[in-house]
């Protein structure tokens, strides 16, 4: 009997749907992630011998791990399919050396879609592990451990234990942070605006707005000055002075990579990066389509480039052309260039299937609605790059009277193309222009029919959103797009940051890790270093530079600079100590504002002879949340009482509607598909319990955490605090435990 080919990939969801492909002669299994990692329980690294990593079996893959190497043995030949990416590239390499002693003879192929034509042509190109690609992993990988490992400890034994600082979330809060301060110091000025209305009758109004007074540019001060004007604009013969009409064509935007698809996804759907990544993966890994099994609905989510597949074009081309006619097609296919530095691992996401049967209406049912709606933006957008540009009919009206010069921008659309599909005004919230009306004429007098003199204030540059935060840091290249999303809920989870009305607002306790962070170690948490790092290690991937070269290049002046600090920590944590001008009322000495672990507090001076303390400002910022209210449909909030958080309406006092807070963990008995729940008992104690109660009982004191045990697999863990161990999670099957910061 021939012996089958083993072939390896991360999901064994994509497991399923690529073993249906490939036929009887294929075996094809999960490695679920990672197998091997760093140990966490020290930093792991080998500082003497030039940072080699050492690796370590993770807990819980032993059983893994031994069906590998079993299937290895077996197998003729080991094909490793894991994402076609760099991570994906070390899972590979550490896959490889645990079951090289079974079997050598092992390759690597990348799936960029999950489809036949796909999954064939790539089994057709096998290839050698790339160990640049390897390294280059590594080297991210050892420079945030060595990062978070080193530079964390400052944050606990200066604010409190448990924080932590990253190489490039770290760079992201300061962006936060200073925008906050940015706005914070910000000196409004005032100026105004006049805008009027006028017509040249028997033609309808239009609107008309000032924009030069003798010539110049129109700035008006203030309201003195705006009196001033607005008399004389009603005092001057106001005529058209010219018309200007031109034709102008719009072109599409190119179809979505990681970055652009966070930012359209979080401003028109509203969901977080986590989610749109969590979404995305499930649609690239397999839908279950009745009568066709699992089906890859998009390529690989993780991509910077907008390179396109040549037929997936043509596809995308006739199927615009059948939709909408002729007209909407294109001459010659459109491509877009990618930006400079990128990694091109491969092309731009888009559908796998561009057909009828697979548009996102079709497939609606078998969709979840959040899988439905990313699907729809992915499919609208590649298909729309493929699409005619629109012609857009702008017209400006220039009304001149004595001193003043007024214009009207209009335009129309005159063939919608691309348009008619996806539309990127909707994107970034632009408005449509007035249409101006028909049947003016150069030198026709205008009646004045209203003026509008407005007074205006300057802002500041907006706080960031999600959007338009992963926007910026592909801009000043920080970090990976793929790492965007853990790098946004990393800095939520930590309370560095907090949500209100989807804007990101620096917490007090992200401003004092930042301000530790940038003031004593400024050369190492800045923009120009953290992107000249990303630099350093796509040379690394471009074979221009080796892993021991950038490790040394970072890690020695890193570690001087360190060991400053950790010399000054008492005098840091001492800088952190305010006055709060008030006194305690058990011994009258004057009380401190100090840091713990659930934030500043008032603490006496006479610590430790008086141990009086209060709190400082118990009341959090609520929070948003992707609820929605079941009564009014308005968003729900995050807010804190007294007996923890929970879920209330934002249009309160108009909805008093009050929900339990979820914790993200499905009840664990059998047969019960509920959620469970922070609940309070008649003493007013926390619990958490099944929100199906009273159908199931399930109740814990414990927090339920939505974690994974590494040990038994058990879908949660329970969150615990004690003083001598501090916060940690302790699985209620097996009684295994993990410190907060593994």
């Not at 992630?33 to 140990?39: A, C, E, K, T, V």
């Not at 899972?91 to 003879?105: C, D, G, L, P, V």
């Not at 997936?312 to 006619?325: L, P, T």
């Not at 909030?637 to 339990?660: E, M, N, R, V």
Request: hydrophobic residues 35%; glycine residues 6%; contains cysteine.
């Amino acid at each position: 009997m021939a012996q089958k080919s083993l072939v390896i990939v991360e999901s064994p969801a994509k497991a399923k749907t690529i073993n249906k492909y490939l036929g009887k002669d294929f075996m094809v299994t999960a490695s679920v992630g990672h197998i091997i990692d760093l140990p966490k329980t020290k930093i792991g690294v080998n500082f003497e011998n030039n940072f080699a990593p050492q690796y370590v079996k993770i807990r819980g893959k032993e059983k893994i791990i031994k069906e590998l190497r079993t299937l290895s043995k077996k197998a003729d030949k080991v094909f490793i399919a894991t994402d076609p990416d760099r991570e994906g590239e070390a899972i590979a390499y550490h896959i490889a050396t645990i079951i090289e002693k079974e079997n050598s003879n092992i390759f690597r192929v990348e799936f960029n879609e999950i489809t036949k034509k796909a999954v064939d042509q790539a089994m057709q190109n096998p290839r050698s592990i790339d160990m640049a690609r390897v390294y280059s992993q590594q080297a991210r990988r050892v420079l945030d451990r060595i990062v978070g490992y080193q530079v964390s400890p400052v944050l606990w034994k200066t604010i409190y234990r448990g924080l932590s600082a990253g190489r490039v979330q770290s760079v992201a809060l300061r962006l936060i942070c200073e925008r906050e301060q940015e706005i914070r110091t910000f000196k409004p000025e005032e100026f105004w605006t006049i805008s009027a209305s006028v017509q040249t009758p028997p033609i309808a109004p239009f609107d008309v707005r000032l924009v030069k007074i003798d010539s110049k540019k129109a700035k008006i001060p203030n309201g003195k000055s705006a009196e001033e004007h607005t008399a004389g604009i009603k005092a001057a013969d106001l005529k058209i002075d010219a018309i200007e009409k031109k034709a102008s064509k719009r072109q599409p935007s190119p179809p979505f990579i990681t970055s652009t698809l966070q930012q359209a996804a979080s401003s028109r759907l509203r969901y977080s990066t986590k989610r749109i990544m969590r979404i995305a993966q499930s649609l690239y890994e397999g839908v279950d389509i009745p009568g066709q099994g699992s089906i890859g609905l998009i390529t690989y989510m993780r991509t910077d480039s907008f390179r396109m597949n040549a037929d997936a074009v043509k596809d995308a081309g006739d199927y615009a052309v059948a939709v909408f006619g002729k007209e909407y097609g294109l001459d010659k296919p459109r491509h877009f260039r990618s930006k400079k530095n990128v990694q091109d691992a491969h092309e731009a996401i888009r559908p796998t299937y561009i057909s009828a049967e697979f548009a996102p209406q079709a497939l609606k049912e078998h969709l979840s609605s959040e899988q439905y709606r990313l699907y729809e933006l992915i499919w609208k957008r590649f298909i729309a790059c493929q699409m005619a540009p629109a012609v857009i009919d702008k017209t400006v009206v220039r009304v001149k009277g004595g001193r003043y010069e007024l214009t009207a921008e209009g335009e129309t659309v005159r063939f919608p193309g691309f348009m008619r599909l996806y539309r990127e005004e909707a994107e970034n919230g632009s408005a449509d222009k007035q249409t101006i009306p028909s049947g003016l004429k150069q030198g026709a007098a205008c009646d004045l029919i209203e003026i509008n003199p407005r007074q205006n204030f300057t802002k500041p540059s907006p706080r960031f959103s999600e959007s338009t935060l992963v926007k910026e840091l592909d801009r000043l290249n920080i970090g990976r797009p793929s790492t965007y999303a853990q790098i946004v809920s990393t800095i939520l989870m930590r309370k560095y940051v907090y949500l209100k009305e989807r804007k990101l607002y620096a917490a007090e306790l992200g401003e004092t890790v930042n301000k530790i962070l940038t003031t004593n170690l400024p050369d190492f948490f800045n923009v120009s270093f953290t992107a000249r790092m990303e630099e350093e290690l796509d040379q690394i991937a471009g074979r221009r530079a080796t892993y021991e070269q950038v490790m040394h290049e970072f890690y020695d002046p890193f570690s001087k600079a360190l060991a400053e600090v950790n010399a000054k920590r008492n005098e840091i944590k001492a800088d952190l100590v305010e006055e709060s001008g008030e006194t305690c009322d058990k011994c009258g000495r004057p009380m401190l504002i100090r840091w713990g672990r659930n934030g500043r507090f008032l603490a006496c001076s006479g610590f430790p002879e008086c141990k009086n303390t209060k709190p400082l400002d118990p009341e959090e910022e609520p929070q948003e949340s992707d609820e929605k209210c079941p009564k009014c449909g308005k968003p729900m909030l995050i807010k804190t009482g007294p007996f923890g958080k929970f879920l209330a309406c934002s249009d309160y006092p108009a909805c008093k509607t009050t929900k339990p807070l979820s914790t993200g963990v499905k009840c664990p008995k059998e047969g019960c598909d509920g959620d469970i729940i922070q609940r309070q008992s008649k003493r007013g104690k926390i619990f958490f319990g099944c929100s199906n109660y009273p159908k199931c009982n399930f109740v814990s004191w414990d927090k339920p955490v939505n974690r994974a045990c590494p040990e038994c697999g058990n879908n949660y863990m329970s969150e615990k605090h004690t003083k001598a161990k501090g916060t940690f999670f302790i699985c209620p099957k097996c009684k295994h435990t993990i410190k907060e910061n593994e």
